[in-house]
Nanobody, 135 residues
Framework: DVQLQASGGGLVQAGGSLRLSCAAS????????IAWFRQAPGKEREGVIC????????YYKDSVKGRFTFSSNNAKNTVYLQMNNLRPEDTAVYYC????????????????????????????WGKGTQVTVSS
């Protein structure tokens, strides 16, 4: 049974930091693109960061570049999203998701690039964790 469980959300003041975790069970991250998405009230879900399974390259939504970073602990089958210098507009429910390589993309990097530019079709989704940034 495949599961993704995100945790680590909370309330933080603008300029603060949070680290989200996403633990996987039932599969290993190695062969999947892993992405973090967020959805703010009244807005569509958007991809903010994606790591390509084939080469480890990380793709960022422009608004989070320089502030959000991705890391992983393969031994724990867990990935992390470190969020620094948080802004009120980062307030959202954050989700982790996994996606196997799709043949209609030239490579998993292109697949990740699509995610951070609006793609939302992923094989597996975790339940979200709320991040609230106060001004």
């Amino acid at each position: 049974d495949v599961q993704l469980q995100a945790s680590g959300g909370g309330l933080v003041q603008a300029g603060g930091s949070l680290r989200l975790s996403c633990a996987a069970s039932g599969f290993t991250f190695d062969n999947y693109n892993i992405a973090w998405f967020r959805q703010a009230p009244g807005k569509e879900r958007e991809g903010v960061i994606c790591i390509s399974s084939s080469d480890g390259n990380v793709y960022y939504k422009d608004s989070v570049k320089g502030r959000f970073t991705f890391s992983s602990n393969n031994a724990k089958n867990t990935v992390y999203l470190q969020m620094n210098n948080l802004r009120p507009e980062d307030t959202a429910v954050y989700y982790c998701a996994a996606d196997s390589a799709k043949p209609w993309f030239a490579n998993t990097g292109r697949q990740c690039a699509f995610v951070v530019k609006g793609g939302t079709n992923m094989d597996y989704w975790g339940k979200g964790t709320q991040v609230t940034v106060s001004s």
